[in-house]
């Protein structure tokens, strides 16, 4: 599967980069900003790239590329990873915050509901966090579940998808994706399935975001992103759904109004219809700009 990173073009232009720079890549997954950013910063210029899947970040060690530093943890550690790699003078910051196309395609994790694969949804395996998709989905009581689904994906019929899901659980674990899809197929009304978006995404989308509290790390790691940068640097973010971009709006806007950062993006960046149509993975991508201010103003 060849990996297309979204808004390329874009990311470059509010980054900038500039001979022997150095830059972090908080979601390196295929490599295609960090290495195009690179490509920029020679012949010094380094990026720290960082990904919460070990099996991403062994795939990118086998290029052999020597000024990309690559580790494996959650990006919600920025400032430690940055201290114990001994990474200075931070130009500016990527949080690409999608999914990457190995995680649907190869990892065999169930985060698509078009490949037959377990409930897991884990972005790290090895993560001390044994919490999957399919304890959530088979442990966790009705309401909780709708909770989640609610919260998380912004599903509109979550209490009568919550509802069939104890159903069926009581009769047999649902343990694959397929057993999930038909199940909230039988939960959703007919002309749910006839919409632009296949009526599985937002359930799918909710548990992967609960399963790896995307959400609790995204808050973690922008204050500490804005910490590390250097005066004069930038960060951009991509994000996918409308939770994101919220978190994202909002504290760039708390940030501004402490003088910190002055916000780039007026409007949030989207991908051309061009874009679009060569990876359609790009359609929901919407990215946030910002540059931290040199002086703090009084």
């Known amino acids: 599967m060849i990996h297309i990173p979204v808004l390329k073009k874009e990311v470059i232009e509010y980054l900038d980069p500039k001979v022997n720079q150095n830059f972090i890549d908080c979601t390196i997954g295929g490599g295609g900003h960090a290495l195009s950013i690179l490509s920029f910063t020679k012949p010094k210029g380094r990026v720290l790239g960082i990904d919460w899947d070990k099996e991403i970040i062994d795939n990118l060690r086998l290029r052999n590329e020597k000024r990309l ?35 649907l395609e190869e990892s065999g994790k169930g985060f698509s509901f078009q490949r037959e694969e377990p409930l897991d ?29 609610k919260e998380y994906g912004e599903e509109r019929f979550a209490k009568r998808i919550a509802k069939r899901i104890v159903e069926k659980r ?104 061009e874009e679009v149509s060569t990876n359609p993975r790009a359609r929901s991508a919407k990215l946030r700009a910002a540059i931290k201010n040199i002086i703090k103003k009084q």
């Open 170 to 273: 009581k009769v047999r674990p649902i343990k694959t994706t397929f057993q999930l899809t038909e199940i909230i197929s039988q939960a959703v009304p007919g002309w749910y399935k006839r919409q632009r978006i296949h009526f599985a995404t937002k359930t799918f989308q909710a548990l992967r975001i609960a399963v790896n509290q995307e959400l609790d790390n995204l808050q973690k790691v922008l204050p500490q992103a804005i910490k590390i940068l250097n005066p004069g640097g930038k960060i951009v973010v991509i994000s996918f759904h409308s939770l994101e971009d919220r978190i994202v709006k909002n504290f760039f806007k708390e940030q501004k109004k402490n003088n910190l950062i002055e916000i780039l993006t007026k409007k949030p960046i989207r991908p051309s219809p």
């Open 121 to 149: 949804m884990r972005y790290n395996s090895n993560q001390e966090n044994s919490l999957t998709a399919e304890t959530i989905i088979n442990q966790y009581p009705q309401e909780q579940i709708e909770n989640i689904l």
């Open 69 to 103: 530093i690559l580790v494996h943890d959650n990006f919600a550690n920025l400032e430690k990873i940055v201290k114990e790699n001994e990474f200075q003078d931070i130009s500016g910051i990527l949080l690409d915050l999608g999914m990457s196309s190995w995680h």
